[in-house]
Structure formats: structure tokens, C-alpha cells
């Protein structure tokens, strides 16, 4: 992928260490948050093209990040992937109404999460 930019919103090392080496293998820029306070402040400094959004977090939850981010008018553009444990339906569709874009269930398959990614890639017009 030509530059696509990621950033991974995770309180879990482990979980952002897989994302990151998955992605930056395919080419991708990757920054990490490790908190949803964390995550608002880098995405509205760095820009990303999409968001990869863990739920449970100290601070601020997924569900309040993904609201925040895309409720505030320079974050609102940035599509928004959850990517949680949590698999009953309710969750899928409360971060939807939050404004997420896409929903995914950890552990996550690496290709579907490729998938996901460069489906909004594409819209982007970063498709390499």
C-alpha cells in the first residue's frame, strides 16, 4: 500500500505489536496509543487514514474515543475499524452508532483485517 498511515488505539502491548508487524509488513506507516485520551491527541496530530480500535481501555473506552473522534470536525473524516473482544451483537452495534466504520472480533484474522483496511484504502484513493 502506497503510504497508507494507521494508527492502532490499544491498551494491550501484545495485541499492538501483532497489528503493527502485520501492517508495517505490507507497507503500511503504523503509530500507536495505548489509551483512548492517547489515540484522540495522535490521530488529530498525525492525521491517519484509519483507525484500528481496541474497546476496553483505562481512561477512555473505545466507545468514547470512536464517539469523540468522529464527532470532532478534524477526526470526523477518519474511518474508524473496531477490533475488540467483545462479540455480542450489542457491541457491534453500539460502536457502529458510535461511528465506527467496521467491527472485528479479536483475535482477528490477519487477513480480514487487511481486508477491512484496504477497503478504506481504496476510498482513500492509497491503494498500492
Not at 485520551?37 to 470512536?66: S, W, Y
Request: overall charge neutral; glycine content about 6%.
Amino acid at each position: 500500500m502506497s503510504g497508507l498511515h494507521v494508527l492502532i488505539i490499544d491498551d494491550s502491548l501484545t495485541e499492538s505489536r501483532i497489528f503493527t508487524a502485520l501492517l508495517e509488513k505490507k507497507g503500511y506507516q503504523v503509530s500507536v496509543a495505548c489509551n483512548g485520551q492517547e489515540g484522540i491527541e495522535v490521530a488529530k496530530a498525525r492525521q491517519p487514514d484509519v483507525i484500528l480500535m481496541d474497546v476496553v481501555m483505562p481512561l477512555l473506552n473505545g466507545f468514547q474515543a470512536t464517539r469523540e473522534l468522529t464527532r470532532t470536525l478534524e477526526t470526523a473524516h477518519i474511518p474508524i475499524v473496531v477490533c475488540s473482544s467483545k462479540s455480542t451483537e450489542t457491541d457491534r452495534v453500539w460502536a457502529l452508532r458510535q461511528g465506527a466504520k467496521a467491527y472485528l472480533v479479536k483475535p482477528v484474522e490477519p487477513k480480514v483485517l487487511l481486508e477491512t483496511i484496504a477497503q478504506f484504502a481504496i476510498k482513500a484513493g492509497k491503494h498500492g
